[in-house]
């Protein structure tokens, strides 16, 4: 298995810049996630790996050559595609054979035959050989995708999106199952998603994308324990993101003042003047007493945990109890991170 | 209700029939002007009625959509006007005409007894011409032009000659009717060997006249009065028609009163128009046809009209008898069977 | 309880039956009751039905020559088209360029010639003194002109290409700019090159499409009957002639009945054979976003395709432009004419030529191909609609009646039918608008059905489901996914109402001229001049008409769907 890197990868479409000096890397077997809001330029960064769209800047390196120069039939790169694009008029056995058949490899009948068998048992759906597309569940469509993209053995396997058409419970189903597949086979991947969940469960390591730049790459817990800034902080998970003025600072520790309380906090990125953010996470706190009293205005159970929305002073605020909260309720912060204001 | 639709239908082909007179003819006797002056005189003569022309497609056309509409019973034209005279037969076994009543057509009397082809008293004629061959004289050398049927066949010609088709042209039945009346039964032998020197049997005379104009082949089979059209019409003498051996197929073009017609009055009255002599006068350089009343003078430049010393014809009830005979054996023989 | 519901149902599924079948009970009356009338002729002899006369038909060797030779001139013409016509298809979807409409709109212009001025551009552009051969003749200077195609087999299968290419560019286009781009894309990354993607994923998607255009191909050359005699010489006489022949020289109804029945019966064989075979191929698909166009001309353009592309433009402009030109070159009064032709033909005196103003004839050709398109529109949707509901594949095929069956029986057919109530009662212009609805309605089928089958039914469940009835459902859901089916078809029909001849010449009554009789009006008068003046002029309008039409459709639609 091969290891990517992009490097300062830009794609404009006319005036709209969809990828704005995109750079990472992906160990060999590793899956990496791509994780934005729609129109963040994610996909767009997969086309051009992928070859369907071609970067106005930057590079793309498979085990250090340059894949820029190369059509996208000659990269031994895989893509699985969002809504599948299964060929309506072939078998499922054929869809999968296609690559085999058409493509580079150009297996002989027997060997081809072998693997459609092969991969169909990988993917659940032996004995579903001759159906056609449109007879398949959404479910079942995925996976003949992904056989199909894995039948080539591609050095790079893409995905996009390719579970946002199912349901929720076949979902979870699936990214299990997808996970213990790539692993399995020890395949290098990028996945594109915008389910933050999917994202935090599938990955070796997620990169946050926001408007065409990758905010933050690191693992599922680093990003979510330890963002770097606001938005991903914001996009994984519940954040509370209080405006703060820094009273000292003495990397990697900080002190700020936020309603009239001085908080100690950890500093992930130096913030450039007195404006900053405190940031905590839902969980992060000390229920029943300390300096911050906060006006409850509603509380969902969620099964193993309440979770509790008001204000403290006039600023939103979102937490996490293990009973249903009384209101008011005294708290004080146990770990908080300082972030740089804005974007 | 079945019976107010009667009422309806009754009050309006009532109101129809009254009012007009329907004439049924091809197109170019209605596009080269003279259905415009006949309509004129005759409106002036009857005031109060409108004589109708219908001409949409050529004279086999129209006698087929007649003959069709007299089978199926429904309404159609009072007068047909545009029967070739190798149609007659046809046109009498499906009974589309009625007999005429010379009295009421006095103009009659000036027409010559030779040109009056149905001797059943149905059909009258009002034009005739002869269908023969007529040259380019820039493209062809004056040794090459045809003196005979015969010289049609030398092998200098091969490609040369642009005929129309027998099927579906009039001009095409004359050309093939003139050959069997000159060779008899030989006359397959004839169309065998002039076939390598045609390079186009086209569907109709205007694809013919059209390809002849462009320059496609120097021969093509028309009409006698094409030199002295060119001439009146352009003044030029560039397009010259020959007779071979002094002959050229006679075509005479006749009319009838349609059988179920409820205005036999005004249709004599339209029959005896068109033979005036002002009318009559119209035809040479309208139809590029000449009259048929004795009386009518030819215009200026009707000099170069070419009159075959021995004109050709087959009595209609003869080409009535033989034609699918005939024409099942020329498009064999033009597959090569 | 249960059984209310049961009902309801049925009565649901009554109503949307009786909507689909109202058109063809429309058409069955109207148009199918006398085109059997005419047709049974054949099949009677002395008040005794019998087969004797198709037998007696069918037993002279020269009739069984004619179906051999028609079908053979018809599958070469359909596969010359296939071959002209695709690449044309493959160039308007993949790329774009200014202009593109006006393009389109060109492929039309075939349609609306009448076969003489066709065979007159064809002369004047590859005959031996045609422009091809005198510019062969200069460049390579030559003393004969090189080509001699005229005249020939091929001459005829090449003019029939001329018409019919624009039938498979069209169809293609449709299906193609209605394919998913993923697919392809699919194929690239799987390691497939681009031309083994296209044979094995594209070529098959569009199969449906193709099937769909080679049949309507095949059944108009199997009917044609002006090109074969003018171009290819009488020596190519299709079956067509033979029912020239019995019905117009012969005068014999029954026997031309006799052979145009089993004309009908070979083309509506073939059409249910596509119906049963066409149909295996179409797979429901969903389209996600538009096929992406290249700009042209660029790097990408292939230079082998382009120079075919150059062949069929060749091929496609010559004659057109032959005509044009020939409209301004033709001499009048012994001169070039320059702009004569056109003055004459609007000069008021000459009027006469044609019985009418030729911009009474434009008023008019336009007024009856404008409405008679929104009625085929109309038609060709109901009748889609039932088949969806009814599924069968006899009638299906039977449906194609109107373009399968020779003109001359169509043309009695139609007499029949609208010389009697209730049609006698229209007048002579509203009889020809719904006659032409009558007989262009089977290519709004052709066109739209492939794509109404292969739009997920997914889509009219959800209209369902939010609240609307089945009619809004369509006009919201479907009608703008089928929007494109819908403009082709509406453009065709448009082009092909305004070169109508046997309707219009069958159901005058001395009133219309249209543009096609004008024409044929100068050329009876010798007015070959004016009557290529008319031609252009008449390309003219055809290709104002269908641009207009697109762009009224696309804005309309758009509006629509916001």
Known sequence: MAKLEVENLTKRFGPVVAVAGVSFSVDPGEILVLLGPSGCGKTTVLRCIAGLE?????????????LLGLPPERRGVGLVFQHYALFPHLSVAANVAYGLRHGRLRLSRTLRQKRVAEL??????????RRKPHELSEGQKQRVALARALAVEPQLLLLDEPLSALDAALRMELRRELRRILKERNTTSVYVTHDQTEALALADRVGVMREGKLEQVDRPEDLYERPKASFVAQFLGRANL?????VRLEPPRAWVEVAGVTVEAEVLAPPQGEEALLFFRPEWVELGRGPFRAELREAEYLGDHWEARGRVQGLPLVLHTPTIPANPLNFQIKRAFLLPTGH | MRKFLAVLWAVFALWGAAEELVVYTYDSFVSWGPALAIQEKFEALFPGVTLRWVAVGDSSEMLSRLIAELQLGLPTADVFLGLADVELPRALAHNVFQPYDPQRIPNLADVPAELIFDPTGHVLPYDHGYVTFVYDSELLPEELVPQGLEDLLRPELRGKIIVTDPRTSSPG????????????????DYWRKLLPNLLAITKGWSEAYDMFLAGEAPIVLSYSTDTAYSYIEYGSLRYRAITLGGEAFRQVEGMGIVRNTKELELAH???????SVEIQELMPTTQWMFPVNAQAKLPPGYEYAVIPEKPVFLEPELVGEKLEEWLNQWQKLLIGG | ?????????????????????LPLFVLATAFFLPLANVLLLGLRLEDQWTLARVRAVLADPYVRHLFSFTAWQAFLST???????????????????PGKSLARAFTLAPFVLPPITVALGFFLFFGHTGYLNHALQKILRLRDPPLKLLYSLWAIVLAHAFYNAPVFARFVHAAWSSLDPALEEACAVLGVRRFRAFLTVTLPLLLPAI???AALVFVLCFLSFAIPLSLGGARYATVEVGVYLYARVYVDLPRAAALGLVQLLVTLGLAYLYVRGGGRWSAPQERLRPLPTLPFPSRAAHGLWLLWLLGSAVLFFGPIGSVVADSFTRPLGGRPAGLGWYRFIFSPEHNPFIGTSPLGSVRVSLEVAGFSTLLALALGLGVSGALRVLRSRALEALLMAPLAVSSVVLGLALLLAFHRPPFVYLSEKHALILAHALLFYPFVVRIVRPIWEGLAPGWVEAARVLGASRLRAFLTVEAPLLAQALLVAGAFSLALSLGEMTAAAMLSRGELVTLPLAIYRFLSARRFGAASAMASLLILITVAAVIVWEWLGERSLRHGQA
């Open chain 1, 54 to 66: 071609h970067p106005d800047a930057g590079d793309v390196r498979l085990d250090g050559r340059s």
């Open chain 1, 120 to 129: 169909l048992a990988l993917v659940g759906l032996s004995g579903y050989e």
């Open chain 1, 242 to 246: 209080w405006p703060a003025r820094v």
């Open chain 2, 173 to 188: 039945l004359s050309f093939l009717l003139w050959t069997i009346a000159h060779f008899g039964e030989g006359w397959p």
């Open chain 2, 269 to 275: 009255a339209f029959l005896n128009l068109v033979l």
């Open chain 3, 1 to 21: 309880m249960a059984k209310a519901v049961d009902r309801r149902l049925i009565r649901r599924r009554g109503a949307s039956l009786l909507w689909a079948g």
């Open chain 3, 79 to 97: 596969l010359l088209s296939f071959v002209l016509g695709f690449p044309l298809g493959w160039f308007l979807t993949r790329y774009r360029f």
């Open chain 3, 211 to 213: 099937f769909s255009a």
